[in-house]
């Protein structure tokens, strides 16, 4: 890559936000195939039930993230602008709307786990034991607030190596239990679905628990017991909601829709749920590994608004996208060289493995466009306030595009998996196109008083 290519982009300061953030995404992602190839010793029922048992835990997680990128935007600039007193007021409202954003959650993952479940799936066996993974994960909605919404400030101020510590820790604890109570070991007798949701909670608590201690520990200005007296005017609170509620909106929605792609493949067949589910940890791999571009993408955009450097955040714009589509090609060619390896770790019948290498290699040939929107949305148009923006594009994408699609290929002219899901990712193509207009026509530079 030489100058002529990436123009205004310091590849140290990318590396030292954009690496720790990735390497915990990776680590994550890892978790996740590492929970998936467990469960995957139990059957392709099993490996549908976690698919649909985690949906709500997945839609409250994405709906978190809409406030912690809102609070990326204000850390960040301010950390460019230099005023770090502010940033316990960042945290407090930040907690505060999380808990009224997980509060339903939470009542529905106890109260109503079964019919949650029901809505993807018609499947008795699956029901059950999705519901079971529900409501035992449920307990564990809390805690990741807190680690989301720590993890968020530290990345813009600086900190981004302690996630990855916190990261690594949430793997170890997580793979180790996972062995311990799917399968049993000494006087702890096997628990199958349910012993994998025991693990993830308790590495949820230990993870948050990190968090916390090391805020208070080191003295952050974000630190919960300065969040707690925190002070601002109304008039910070007022314009912190008016950005998150589009931004809470845009990723709820968003994991909302993609639940209801669960639904359409789990109302197609077990089949076909199960197959596009042994495609989720690599997806989750591949795009983890340029999560880091894209919060880099917030935070270095946001340092150089902050200082008022405009024409070197939309140069940097750009940068960020030129990166997206190499990056892309070289880790889609992986995906297409090493799936069928992949598959060899899963105890599930050839017509699955069949279907999940096919839809491995739809995957790598949309991953170039799924990464540029995460990071040229989520990041470039966010570091700029732009959340209605980037909630309508996500509105228009997701149900106004893909969402109808998959119900019309998959129920009207009964398509298979491998259609249905090249027809529900054109939306990501047309999604991708309206950003970049946006981007070009630099009206989403704006910087925060």
Not at 161 to 182: E, H, P, Q, R, Y
Not at 343 to 366: H, Q, R
Not at 417 to 431: D, F, K, P, S
């Amino acid at each position: 890559m030489n100058g002529k290519l990436i123009k205004q982009l310091n590849f140290k300061t990318l590396f030292s936000i954009a690496l720790p953030i990735s390497i915990q995404s990776l680590l994550q992602s890892s978790l996740g195939m590492i929970d998936q190839i467990m469960i995957g010793q139990l059957g392709e029922t099993a490996v549908a039930s976690v698919n649909l048992g985690t949906r709500l835990m997945f839609i409250m997680v994405y709906s978190l993230s809409g406030i912690s990128a809102v609070s990326s935007i204000y850390t960040s600039q301010y950390e460019g602008a230099g005023t770090k007193e502010k940033h316990s007021a960042v945290m407090k409202i930040t907690i505060l709307e999380g808990l009224l954003c997980v509060l339903p959650f939470l009542i529905a993952g106890l109260f109503f786990p079964q019919q949650i479940v029901r809505i993807f799936s018609e499947d008795n066996t699956v029901i059950q034991k999705g519901a079971n993974y529900l409501f035992i994960t449920a307990f564990g909605f809390i805690p990741k607030l807190f680690s989301i919404s720590i993890s968020a400030i530290l990345r813009c101020t600086g900190k981004a190596k302690i996630t990855l510590i916190t990261g690594l820790s949430s793997v170890a604890i997580n793979t180790m239990l996972n062995l311990i109570f799917i399968f049993g070991f000494g006087p702890i007798k096997a628990h199958g679905v349910e012993g994998a949701a025991i693990a993830t909670v308790i590495a949820i608590f230990i993870e948050a628990t990190i968090n916390i201690i090391y805020l208070e520990k080191t003295k952050h200005p974000s630190r919960l017991s300065l969040a707690i007296k925190a002070k601002a005017d109304k008039g910070f609170y007022k314009k912190f909601a008016i950005t998150t509620l589009p931004a809470i909106g845009n990723e709820c929605f968003w994991a909302l829709g993609d639940a209801i792609y669960s639904g359409i493949y789990g109302h197609m067949s077990t089949v076909s749920l199960a197959a596009i589910t042994l495609t989720f940890p690599i997806q989750g791999m591949s795009v983890g590994f340029f999560s880091g571009l894209s919060a880099a993408a917030g935070v270095i955009i946001g340092n150089n608004l902050g200082a008022k450097k405009t024409k070197e955040a939309y140069t940097l714009a750009w940068d960020f996208f030129k990166l997206c589509i190499i990056g892309c090609g070289i880790i889609g060619i992986l995906i297409v060289l090493f799936g069928s390896v992949y598959l060899k770790f899963y105890n599930v019948t050839d017509e699955v493995k069949l279907y999940t290498k096919s839809l491995l290699a739809i995957f790598a040939c949309y991953l170039w466009v799924k990464v540029s929107n995460m990071v040229m949305l989520g990041g470039v148009l966010r570091s700029g306030g732009k959340t209605r923006y980037t909630l309508i594009l996500d509105l228009i994408g997701t149900w106004g595009i893909g969402i109808p699609l998959g119900f019309l290929c998959a129920f009207v002219f009964k398509w298979n998996i491998l259609m249905v899901y090249t027809a529900i990712n054109i939306e990501e193509v047309i999604r991708l196109t309206l950003g970049l207009i946006k981007v070009k026509s630099k009206d989403w530079i704006s910087i925060i008083d």
